[in-house]
């Protein structure tokens, strides 16, 4: 059995953030229903686009029973209630006031079940002034000092080849749900949970941030940049254009690397900075006598912290990904079955247990409406009059591994 199984989740996030929680706790096992818009978002339209399907979008909707509904009729409105009673949490990722319009709000919902677990997840925050400003990813690393960081001197900024924003928000909006889920299991009440991206960037940078509030300075200035280019902690172009990872750091793992180079007299250089730009110098014109993979040749087995810079697809061959519990399938109707990388979270438990995991009458779509108080025939006629619309499986099946 998964940790979260039991755990009812009705999701109505369509961004990032909010994604990324949802799927953390369905992977360990919680049962969720996604409530969509009728006409579709933006994680539909993004590419690659493979028969009208965004595989963007699909990398989030494992183990999700899908169901579009007009929220804005009041019948549709009256059956996302009645779901409301049965679930444990709520997830919404709506600018500030959205869902209170709606008649979803926290206030709205906990006068149906007073023990929800209710997470909004905003660009700013729910009391912030800026709380109705529209945001992305890019924005908040911006206006919070990090893409100032993400560049060498005298450069440009470089776009973070990761949304920094909108995975630690999903993050830490899991764990602040699953702190409110053992409260209430605790006996305590359902409680609303504010997380805002821009808090989630600048705790990113909790080591800097903590040395820039002391000394007033930025880390540029105050020459405490971390990561930083040094001569043993870099990055090293190679013969055939690939790239070595230095990241000897710590003195023995050093000494090892200049042993296996050849240059063990170049050891005590790294001692003085002022030695740095001649060393770093020197070590590029050494890597680049050699390949990437000649070098990862030499380094095998060393333990000294080198690495070959890989492509994504290389990684993901190299990578033990089944064996770690990493990657799973997830069946579509008509892409056939989607590769997902799974958040390896209890990953031993999760293994053993997955396939073996039976899903609950909440995760089926249509029994759950029945259990509802709506009819097959009730449900028919919300299709026809476009409240509500089934996905063309009806369900989505959990994932099946691929081990």
Same mark, same amino acid.
């Given at each position: 059995m998964l940790p979260l199984t039991g755990i009812k989740?009705? /999701?109505?996030?369509?961004?990032? +953030?909010?994604?990324?929680?949802?799927?953390?706790?369905?992977?360990?096992?919680?049962?969720?229903? %996604?409530?969509? &818009? +009728?006409?579709?978002?933006?994680?539909?339209? $993004? #590419? +690659?686009?493979?028969?009208? #399907?965004?595989?963007?979008?699909?990398?989030?909707? %494992? /183990?999700?029973?899908?169901l579009k509904v007009?929220?804005?009729?009041?019948?549709?409105?009256?059956?996302v209630k009645k779901l409301v009673a049965e679930a444990d949490v709520v997830t919404e990722n709506f600018r500030t006031g959205v869902m209170d319009r709606l008649g979803l709000g926290f206030n709205d919902l906990r006068a149906i079940n007073p023990k929800l677990i209710y997470l909004s997840i905003t660009g700013y925050g729910q009391d912030s002034e800026l709380q109705d400003t529209p945001v992305h990813d890019l924005n908040l690393c911006a206006e919070a000092g990090i893409l100032? $960081?993400?560049? %060498?001197?005298?450069?440009?900024?470089?776009?973070?080849?990761?949304?920094?924003? /909108?995975?630690?928000a999903g993050m830490l909006a899991t764990l602040s749900v699953m702190a409110a889920l053992v409260e209430v299991r605790s006996g305590g009440e359902?409680?609303?949970?504010?997380?805002?991206?821009? /808090?989630?960037?600048?705790? &990113?940078?909790?080591?800097?941030?903590?040395?820039?509030?002391y000394t007033g300075k930025t880390p540029h200035d105050g020459g405490f940049s971390y990561p930083k280019e040094y001569p043993n902690y870099n990055v090293y172009e190679c013969k055939d254009g690939g790239y070595l990872a230095v990241a000897c750091l710590e003195r023995p793992f050093w000494q090892t690397f200049c042993k296996v180079i050849g240059r063990p007299d170049l #050891?005590?250089?790294?001692?003085?900075? &002022? #030695?740095?730009?001649?060393?770093?110098?020197?070590?590029?014109? =050494?890597?680049?006598?050699?390949?990437r993979d000649d070098w990862g040749a030499v380094f095998h087995g060393t333990k000294c912290c080198v690495s070959p810079v890989n492509s994504i697809n290389e990684a993901f061959q190299k990578y033990p990904l089944k064996d770690r519990g990493m990657i799973a399938d997830l069946p579509h109707p008509t892409l056939g079955n989607i590769?997902?990388?799974?958040? +390896?979270v209890d990953k031993q438990l999760r293994r053993t247990s997955w396939q073996d995991s039976p899903k609950s009458s909440f995760s089926e779509l249509i029994g759950l409406l029945?259990?509802?108080?709506?009819?097959?025939?009730?449900?028919?006629?919300?299709?026809? %009059?476009?409240?509500?619309? =089934?996905?063309?499986?009806v369900t989505t099946s959990r994932v099946s591994s691929s081990r």
């Amino acid at each position: 059995m998964l940790p979260l199984t039991g755990i009812k989740v009705l /999701d109505f996030t369509h961004l990032l +953030p909010g994604e990324v929680c949802v799927a953390i706790l369905s992977d360990m096992g919680a049962e969720v229903v %996604r409530i969509e &818009a +009728p006409t579709p978002g933006l994680a539909h339209k $993004l #590419e +690659p686009i493979v028969d009208g #399907e965004s595989l963007f979008y699909w990398s989030m909707q %494992r /183990d999700k029973t899908r169901l579009k509904v007009d929220l804005k009729n009041p019948e549709g409105l009256a059956l996302v209630k009645k779901l409301v009673a049965e679930a444990d949490v709520v997830t919404e990722n709506f600018r500030t006031g959205v869902m209170d319009r709606l008649g979803l709000g926290f206030n709205d919902l906990r006068a149906i079940n007073p023990k929800l677990i209710y997470l909004s997840i905003t660009g700013y925050g729910q009391d912030s002034e800026l709380q109705d400003t529209p945001v992305h990813d890019l924005n908040l690393c911006a206006e919070a000092g990090i893409l100032s $960081l993400n560049r %060498r001197e005298n450069e440009r900024p470089v776009i973070p080849a990761l949304p920094i924003s /909108d995975y630690m928000a999903g993050m830490l909006a899991t764990l602040s749900v699953m702190a409110a889920l053992v409260e209430v299991r605790s006996g305590g009440e359902g409680r609303a949970l504010d997380i805002s991206m821009a /808090d989630a960037a600048i705790s &990113a940078m909790s080591v800097l941030g903590s040395i820039v509030l002391y000394t007033g300075k930025t880390p540029h200035d105050g020459g405490f940049s971390y990561p930083k280019e040094y001569p043993n902690y870099n990055v090293y172009e190679c013969k055939d254009g690939g790239y070595l990872a230095v990241a000897c750091l710590e003195r023995p793992f050093w000494q090892t690397f200049c042993k296996v180079i050849g240059r063990p007299d170049l #050891e005590g250089a790294i001692d003085s900075p &002022a #030695e740095h730009g001649g060393l770093i110098a020197t070590l590029t014109q =050494l890597v680049k006598t050699r390949t990437r993979d000649d070098w990862g040749a030499v380094f095998h087995g060393t333990k000294c912290c080198v690495s070959p810079v890989n492509s994504i697809n290389e990684a993901f061959q190299k990578y033990p990904l089944k064996d770690r519990g990493m990657i799973a399938d997830l069946p579509h109707p008509t892409l056939g079955n989607i590769p997902q990388i799974l958040f +390896p979270v209890d990953k031993q438990l999760r293994r053993t247990s997955w396939q073996d995991s039976p899903k609950s009458s909440f995760s089926e779509l249509i029994g759950l409406l029945n259990k509802s108080g709506y009819s097959s025939d009730e449900i028919d006629k919300l299709v026809q %009059r476009k409240i509500i619309s =089934l996905p063309a499986e009806v369900t989505t099946s959990r994932v099946s591994s691929s081990r």
